[in-house]
Nanobody, 127 residues
Framework: HVQLVESGGGSVQPGGSLRLSCSAS????????MAWFRQAPGKKREGVAA???????SYYADFVKGRFTISQDNAKNVYLQMNSLKPDDTAMYYC??????????????????????WGQGTQVTVS
């Protein structure tokens, strides 16, 4: 059973930075992907960034390219460095892990359908 615990959320002014962390425990399959999603009130959950733990590939949503960076270490922790934050980035941010390798490109790495394991979320507010 995989458990995920996020931390690092908070309130920040526009243009500021935050670093989210997610600690994973339990049996994670080799080659699994780790990702960050977000959901704002009244909006659907959307993929923010994902990383392939079996290699070096990472994927980003267009709206965060150049501002956010995802990283991971040994498939146990995944991080999201968020710079140049905007009010539109305000949302609950969730960490997620796939069950094994994701077969497909960026679209699938950022699709919530590929992730059966989820954390409880950490709130990010930019105002």
């Amino acid at each position: 059973h995989v458990q995920l615990v996020e931390s690092g959320g908070g309130s920040v002014q526009p243009g500021g930075s935050l670093r989210l962390s997610c600690s994973a425990s339990g049996a994670i399959d080799n080659g699994s992907a780790m990702a960050w999603f977000r959901q704002a009130p009244g909006k659907k959950r959307e993929g923010v960034a994902a990383i392939d733990t079996g290699g070096a590939d990472s994927y980003y949503a267009d709206f965060v390219k150049g501002r956010f960076t995802i990283s991971q270490d040994n498939a146990k922790n995944v991080y999201l460095q968020m710079n140049s934050l905007k009010p539109d980035d305000t949302a609950m941010y969730y960490c997620a892990v796939s069950r094994g390798e994701i077969l497909g490109g960026r679209y699938w790495y950022l699709s919530f359908l590929e992730y059966p394991y989820w954390g409880q979320g950490t709130q990010v507010t930019v105002s």
